[in-house]
């Protein structure tokens, strides 16, 4: 009985696994053949890029912040309070700046993504999207993926920007570090990989986030009460590939030597 | 009210019925849906599809459409077989065919004529002034017009399968396929819905499957045709024209088998127990 349970188990597993890449990879063929929804693409943008501005440069500044206020407790015991602003550019830029753009951007958008498009199946507007000859993959999803893509790694860039000038606010009024210290130490601090890395990893998040979204919500079951679950389900998967991905990229990366 | 369909013409042959389908079964992990269903509805025919609720009636309509594949048979619209078809090539059948689901399904976040120029723009019709005659024109044929800019959330359940009806008419469907038309709504709205049906098979001659829970509905659609004339309902013997029009046919599906398939007569006088718990 257990056996039988383990391998049902198993099987959806492996299935869902399947099917998630037959929708990955089908929407990525449909981007090399028309039609191509460009106006959806934008909306998208708009909604998923623009609309997360505010909590993403939020996010940042107070991590860049409290980062600052941490680090110098402890660069202060070895009399290195000058290298914080080399701490906080390396940590933000690296890998805090990525990752918790992407999970913000996860927790708004992936829950939106499989809420309205869960709503739209339950509803049979799916359905009927594609009885009136419209390809669900084209419409719904890969605008949803290129808006993704497109939009993360500029959020990315401004979450970045705006910790290191959060931890800059923190370092010049309690640490009364100079400007110029603080900014220098940062600029040198950076390389060339640092950066790459960091701008790296968002494009892998932003498909992650757009496609668990949408497999979610064209896999909703059960009515309204099966959005909410879709809802739910796509923000803890999305937040869980985050944080796996990002170790296997960074992994990767160690890997070919590439810093 | 003249609707000027002219059909987009198929590969089929006209002697063709416009829906065959054989031997279909489909099932879903270990639950059987339909097994060995076949029957064929002809060119402005009207199928009624009667069943209890899970009977599979509404799988049956999405296999049409080509929205699900069967496990088994065949499934010929126009004389093509749907199965082994692409969604792409699906794309170019279903622009034949026109549904209109339960609860209308309209698109939320569009207007009523945004949702009904909808098909026009996935055939990559540019000219605005068009689209906006062609919509006009179908709002007008289910006597919508006044409501071309609300948003389906400002529209009466009748309303909504009224503006479903016009979406699926707009790009002049030779097959039209009608999930519980009329569930859920007051017998005058019923009743306005059911002239639709009856005004788009006998004015433009489109087959039609209609799938309901309400008897009343069915054999209305099978004692009345729609009189141009009148611009209503007629009973189908004083219309003026020879011998009985009535295309319609019923079809009974019980535990996802077909269980009756014949006349209005033969339905009506069935002495088995089971029809007569749809009579009653």
């Keep these: 009985m257990l056996a039988v349970l383990f391998e049902n188990f198993l099987k959806r597993k492996v299935l869902a696994v399947q099917e998630f890449t037959h929708l990955l990879a089908g929407s990525f063929e449909r981007a090399f053949s028309p039609p191509h929804y460009v106006i959806d693409t934008l909306v998208q943008m708009d909604i998923i890029g623009f609309g997360s501005l505010p909590i993403v440069l939020l996010t940042g500044f107070f991590t860049g912040a409290v980062l600052a206020l941490q680090t110098y407790r402890t ?12 701490v906080v550019a390396l940590s933000i830029v690296r890998e805090l700046g990525p990752v918790l753009t992407a999970l913000m951007v996860a927790g708004r958008n992936s829950s939106g993504i499989a809420s309205e498009i869960g709503s739209m199946l339950v509803s049979e507007q799916v359905d009927a ?10 419409k719904l999803v890969l605008p949803r993926l290129f808006a993704t893509l497109l939009t993360l790694p500029l959020l990315t860039i401004l979450s970045d920007f705006f910790g290191m000038m959060g931890g800059y606010l923190v370092s010049s009024s309690t640490v009364r570090l100079s400007g110029e210290e603080y900014w ?19 494009f892998f998040f ?20 099966g959005v909410g679950r879709s809802t739910t389900q796509s923000v803890v998967a999305a937040s869980v590939a985050i944080l796996v991905l990002d170790f296997f ?11 | 009210m003249a609707l000027s369909l002219s059909p987009t013409p198929g590969p089929a042959r006209s002697h063709e019925p416009a ?7 489909i099932s879903f992990e270990d639950k059987l849906v339909l097994l060995d269903v076949s029957f064929q ?3 402005g025919e009207t199928l009624v599809l009667l069943g209890v609720t899970g009977s599979g009636k509404s799988v049956l309509l999405k296999l049409l459409l080509g929205l699900l594949k069967p496990d088994s048979g065949r499934i010929l619209i126009e004389g093509q077989d749907l199965v082994p078809l692409s969604e792409n090539e699906l794309s170019l059948v279903r622009r034949r065919m026109g549904i209109v689901f339960q609860e209308g399904a309209l698109f939320d976040s569009l207007s009523v004529y945004e949702n009904v120029a909808y098909r026009l723009r996935e055939e990559r019709e540019r000219d605005e002034e068009k689209i906006e005659c062609r919509v006009r024109e179908v709002l007008r044929f289910v006597e919508l017009e006044d409501a071309i800019d609300k948003m389906p959330a400002e529209l009466s359940g009748g309303m909504r399968r009224r503006v479903s009806v016009a979406r699926a008419i707009i790009s002049n469907p030779l097959i039209m396929f009608y999930d519980s038309p009329t569930a859920g709504l007051d017998p005058v709205t019923a009743h306005a819905i059911n002239v639709l049906i009856a005004k788009l098979r006998d004015t433009q001659g489109v087959s039609s499957i209609v799938v309901t829970h309400r008897l009343q509905d069915a054999f209305v659609l099978s004692n009345y045709v729609f ?20 295309p319609t046919r019923f079809l009974v599906l019980r535990d996802g088998k077909v269980y009756f398939h014949g006349t209005r007569e033969e339905f009506v006088l069935a002495q088995d127990t089971y029809l007569r718990k749809f009579l009653i």
């Design chain 1, 75 to 86: 660069l202060s015991t070895f009399g290195e309070v000058g290298l914080l602003g080399e």
């Design chain 2, 19 to 25: 829906i065959e389908v054989s031997h279909v079964g």
């Design chain 2, 227 to 246: 009189s141009p004339e009148k611009q209503g309902l007629v009973a189908a013997r004083t219309d003026g024209r020879s011998g009985r029009i009535d």
């Design chain 1, 249 to 259: 990229i960074t992994k990767f990366l160690i890997a070919i030597r590439f810093f």
């Design chain 1, 206 to 225: 932003g498909v992650t986030i757009a496609a668990v979204g949408c497999y979610f919500g064209l896999h909703t079951t059960g009515g309204t009460a």
């Design chain 1, 129 to 138: 999207m594609r009885a009136l000859g419209t390809d669900p993959l084209r």
């Design chain 2, 41 to 43: 509805v002809g060119r």
């Design chain 1, 184 to 202: 220098v130490r940062a600029y040198q601090a950076l390389t060339i990989q640092d950066v790459t890395q960091g701008m790296l990893k968002p």
